[in-house]
């Protein structure tokens, strides 16, 4: 059947015109592309979220902050000069 341009295309969807659930899902796949990416805290490069290291600078990326990385810092030499103070205890204590 070939095309008639001046046919009564009453009831035929006009396909420029966007559905909304179609805007909709086009909206929510921005939105999924935006939280995949996060900046470089070194040198604010966009990289992907679940990357361990930037690209662009080598910085190593973590969800905490340098401060937070710190504030741990003292775990392990309050631990070993705790372990050290028993030993001593134990020692001078075995020899009486």
Known sequence: MPYDPDADDEGADDRDDPRPEDVAELDRDDEEDEAEWRRC???????????????????????????????????????????????????HGSGR
């Open 41 to 91: 805290p070194a040198c604010g490069a966009s990289v992907l979220a679940d990357a361990p290291q930037c690209p662009r600078c080598g910085e190593w990326l973590s969800d905490e902050t340098p401060a937070e990385r710190r504030s741990r810092g003292w775990l392990w030499p309050v631990t070993i000069a705790g372990l050290i103070v028993v030993l001593v205890y134990l020692w």
